[in-house]
Each structure stands twice: as C-alpha cells, then as structure tokens.
C-alpha cells in the first residue's frame, strides 16, 4: 500500500512543484501581467503547437490508435458535458455564470497536465497514446467551449465562426502537422528535429510555471457555492465516472490511468481567457481554475493510488 501511494505523489508532485515555484516567482515580482500574459501567448501559440507536433512526429504509433478507446473517451466526455448542463441549469439562474461553471466541470487542463503526469507515471512509452487523445479531445472541448458560452450570453451561433475557432487553434494545427508527418513519414533533418524536441521538453515546464504565476486568490472569496459545484464535479464526479466505467468495462494501464488526467485533472487554463472574451464570469472561472489545481493534488493522488492498489496498472 505505501510502495503505491510512493508512486502516485512521485507522479504528481514534481508537477506541483512547477507550479508552487511560479507562485513564488509571482511574489517576488520577477514579472509584471504584462510580461506573464506575453509569455502565456508564447507558450500556447509558439511551443505547444511544436511540442503537439514533435511528440506526434517521434512517436511510434504501432498499436497506440484503438478506435474502441477512442469513442469511449469520446462519449464519456458528452456525458460529462451533459450531467454539467444539467447541474448547472438546476443550481445556477444567471446566465452569466452558467457557461464558466459548465466549462469548469466538463474542461480538464489536459494539454498542461496530461503529458508530463503521464510521462512521471507510466514513462515514455504513454507520450505516444497520450498526445493522440489530447489531438481528439481539445477540438471537442473548443467546440463545447463556443457554443455554451456563445448560448449563455445570448448570441448567435455560426458554423462558421465554430469551425474558424477550431481551425486555427494552435495546438489543433501542430496536432494536424503532426498527424501528417507522420503519416507520410517525414524525415525531418536534425537541425530540425534538434531544437524542436529541445522546445517540447521545454513546454510544459515554462506553462506550468506561468500557470502558477498567474494565480489570482481574491477569485476565490466570492462565487463559493459555484465553485464548490465545480470542484467536486471537475475533481471527483467527471473522474469517477469514466474510471468507473472504464474499469467495469475492462480498461487497464496506460489506457485506465490516462483517464485519470483526461477527466480529473483541474480547469483548462484557457477556459479563464475564453470567459472573459465572451461575456461569461471569469472571476469564477479564475477561481474554478484556482481551487482545482490545488487540490487536483489530492485527488490525483487519490485516484492514482486507488487503481494502484486495484492491481488496474
């Protein structure tokens, strides 16, 4: 029992710790919001898209897409999505925090902490799978994303302004490049392939740190009954649905434990900025993104260590 729960904090605290160490360099006020939000869009627009694409182009596919797991991620997802549009309408009348509170049940930070908690926890060979699902999942999540905060500010949905916001998502593009190197499988040459596994490496440790940086504690005085709602239901429920269901249906290692992040870890980062540019409540959004990641800590642990000492991986 000790030996798994070992396993667990060594497979989330160093990623805290990147965020603790962000925190810190917020207090001693190495860098101002302007240069923290330069930065962010530096991260999300210049090196995730190449980690997307390094970590697809390198990766050996050869047993990694299974269409079963796939969909059941897939519909698992809408479930989630579902039973927060249910909770939402039932416990909140204003609108304007309806689509925050849905975004923050139903959108994990699965691009920031799914890679390097997985690498931690089930080593190199879960980086392949891994990026696969983050390619399927982040153009559902954006797609769920506009059109709840689209129909919770009243607006008017187009197709067109939907796909745009997914064509031209960073990470979908370094995702499709990927996929598409890989596919015909490109050679790039090592004055290349050099910088840009030195950039992925780099990624997630400088977003991890800036997510820390960026912190906002003041968030997390006001809209409590709405952030409890969403913790509980980020943190525990969402994830305790899909391990549940994956394990009764007879998901084990890589695939059971990927679950975990897909559905348990704490509020996309990007859920923050898309409130605030479509009229939904950031404030509470910024304090679902606060309170999760804090105590993700716990309950990753938790679920890590549970289907550890499962024997599920």
Same mark, same amino acid.
């Not at 207090?27 to 697809?56: G, R, S, W």
């Not at 919770?152 to 370094?174: C, Y």
């Not at 923050?272 to 309170?291: F, K, P, R, V």
């Given at each position: 029992?000790?030996?798994?729960?070992?396993?667990?904090?060594?497979?989330?605290?160093?990623?805290?710790?990147?965020?603790?160490?962000?925190?810190?360099?917020?207090?001693?006020?190495?860098?101002?919001?302007?240069?923290?939000?330069?930065?962010?869009?530096?991260?999300?627009?210049?090196?995730?898209?190449?980690?997307?694409?390094?970590?697809?182009?390198?990766?050996?596919?050869?047993?990694?897409?299974?269409?079963?797991?796939?969909?059941? &991620?897939?519909?698992?997802?809408?479930?989630?999505?579902? *039973?927060?549009?249910?909770?939402? =309408?039932?416990?909140?009348?204003?609108?304007?925090?309806?689509?925050?509170?849905?975004?923050?049940?139903?959108?994990?930070?699965?691009?920031?902490?799914?890679?390097?908690?997985?690498?931690?926890?089930?080593?190199?060979?879960?980086?392949?799978?891994?990026?696969?699902?983050?390619?399927?999942?982040?153009?559902?999540?954006? %797609?769920?994303?506009?059109? %709840?905060?689209?129909?919770?500010?009243?607006?008017?949905?187009?197709? $067109?302004?939907?796909?745009?916001?997914?064509?031209?998502?960073?990470?979908?593009?370094?995702?499709?490049?990927?996929?598409?190197?890989?596919?015909?499988?490109?050679?790039?040459?090592?004055?290349?392939? %050099?910088? #840009?596994?030195?950039?992925?490496?780099?990624?997630?440790?400088?977003?991890?740190?800036? #997510?820390?940086? %960026?912190?906002?504690?003041?968030?997390?005085?006001?809209?409590?009954?709405?952030?409890?709602?969403?913790?509980?239901?980020?943190?525990?429920? $969402?994830?305790?649905?899909?391990?549940?269901?994956?394990?009764?249906?007879? =998901?084990?290692?890589?695939?059971? /434990?990927?679950?975990?992040?897909?559905?348990? /870890?704490? &509020?996309?980062?990007?859920?923050?900025?898309?409130?605030?540019? #479509?009229?939904?409540?950031?404030? *509470?959004?910024?304090? &679902?993104?606060?309170?999760?990641?804090?105590?993700?800590?716990?309950?990753? &642990?938790?679920?890590?260590? =549970?289907?550890?000492?499962?024997?599920?991986?």
């Amino acid at each position: 029992m000790l030996s798994n729960f070992i396993i667990a904090v060594k497979a989330v605290i160093p990623t805290f710790l990147l965020i603790l160490l962000g925190m810190g360099g917020r207090q001693f006020h190495i860098m101002t919001d302007t240069e923290l939000n330069h930065a962010n869009k530096a991260v999300f627009e210049i090196m995730f898209p190449i980690m997307m694409f390094y970590n697809i182009y390198s990766a050996d596919f050869s047993g990694v897409i299974i269409p079963r797991y796939i969909a059941f &991620c897939v519909v698992m997802l809408f479930i989630v999505y579902g *039973l927060g549009v249910v909770v939402t =309408l039932l416990t909140e009348k204003e609108n304007y925090n309806r689509g925050a509170l849905i975004q923050a049940i139903y959108r994990s930070n699965f691009v920031l902490m799914g890679i390097p908690i997985m690498k931690n926890l089930m080593g190199e060979e879960a980086l392949g799978l891994t990026t696969i699902m983050v390619a399927f999942i982040i153009p559902i999540y954006n %797609t769920l994303a506009v059109v %709840t905060l689209e129909v919770f500010r009243g607006g008017t949905l187009h197709v $067109s302004t939907i796909l745009k916001r997914i064509i031209t998502n960073p990470m979908i593009l370094g995702a499709g490049a990927g996929l598409i190197a890989a596919g015909f499988r490109l050679q790039l040459p090592a004055i290349l392939a %050099t910088p #840009m596994s030195q950039v992925s490496s780099a990624a997630s440790t400088i977003a991890l740190m800036i #997510m820390g940086a %960026t912190f906002r504690l003041g968030s997390i005085r006001e809209n409590s009954k709405n952030l409890v709602i969403g913790a509980v239901g980020k943190l525990i429920v $969402s994830p305790g649905l899909a391990l549940t269901a994956g394990y009764l249906l007879g =998901l084990r290692d890589l695939q059971l /434990a990927l679950l975990i992040i897909m559905f348990g /870890a704490p &509020c996309a980062v990007s859920g923050y900025t898309m409130a605030q540019q #479509m009229d939904s409540n950031g404030e *509470l959004a910024a304090g &679902c993104l606060i309170i999760t990641s804090l105590l993700s800590c716990i309950t990753i &642990c938790g679920w890590i260590f =549970l289907f550890k000492q499962l024997g599920a991986f």
